[in-house]
């Protein structure tokens, strides 16, 4: 069965804390996701990548950054985590190609305290 | 402006009732795709509609997408608990985008 993973689904810090969120797909997919979802702002892109070391910013990059070393995982990190970037934080991977097919993790809820 | 509006955005039924919600855009769309979120998981793509006036069914499911190719509907025949979730639309501009969604909640 295919799968993305996210490591946690649920996640407590602390304003200041450096905060690490990892995915990891088994399709070979060449890109990778990471969404926000807010209630009433539905899901919004903060960074996404088509390639190995490559990465692009979508629409709420600020407060955000990512790496990907290796196909497979692609990582969110928030540099000093604030109360505002309370949310769930959903990733997504996808062939490449004009037919994007996203398959979704199941979510990470990052409460910043 | 939102690209992609959908209505309802809620919408609370009882078992076994008919319903339909919709996805709206006044740009043109190669595709669209529609995804399902259960409480607690990611969205799941449900069909992707290419074709003007183009009808999928998935079991009690019917997608419709418009003969412009401006906007989608989503008919739902006979509800189920288990159809219970949010239902997102998502269209490929230069990437991905997604409506707000219909918070669904079928009533046993």
């Known amino acids: 069965d295919v799968k993305v993973t996210q490591s946690s689904r649920y996640l407590v810090k602390r304003t200041g804390e450096k905060v690490f969120l990892e995915c990891v797909q088994d399709?070979?997919?060449?890109?990778m996701f990471w969404y926000r979802q807010d209630p009433g702002l539905g899901l919004r892109l903060i960074y996404f990548?088509?390639?190995?070391?490559?990465?692009e910013k979508g629409d709420i990059p600020e407060g955000y950054s990512v790496s990907r070393e290796k196909k497979e995982r692609f990582s969110l990190i928030l540099e000093s985590a604030s109360t505002n970037q309370t949310s769930m934080y959903l990733c997504?991977?996808?062939?490449?190609?004009?037919?994007?097919?996203?398959?979704f993790g199941s979510g990470t809820q990052l409460s910043v305290l | 402006t939102q690209l992609l509006e959908q209505s309802p955005q809620f919408l609370s039924i009882q078992e076994g009732e008919n319903l339909t919600v919709y996805c709206n855009s006044s740009?043109?769309?190669?595709?669209l795709q529609w995804y399902r979120q259960e409480p607690g998981e990611g969205p799941v793509l449900l069909v992707t509609?290419?074709?003007?006036?183009e009808v999928k069914k998935l079991k009690r499911l019917t997608f419709q997408f418009g003969d412009a190719r401006k906007d989608s509907s989503l008919h739902i025949t006979a509800a189920q608990p288990g159809d219970t979730g949010l239902y997102l639309c998502?269209?490929?501009?230069?990437?991905?985008?997604f409506g707000k969604g219909t918070r669904l909640h079928i009533l046993p």
């Open positions: 990548s088509y390639d190995v070391k490559m990465k």
């Open positions: 997504a991977s996808s062939a490449a190609g004009p037919d994007e097919k996203l398959f």
């Open positions: 509609v290419v074709t003007g006036g």
């Open positions: 998502a269209v490929l501009d230069d990437k991905i985008i």
């Open positions: 399709m070979d997919h060449e890109n």
């Open positions: 740009s043109v769309f190669s595709s």
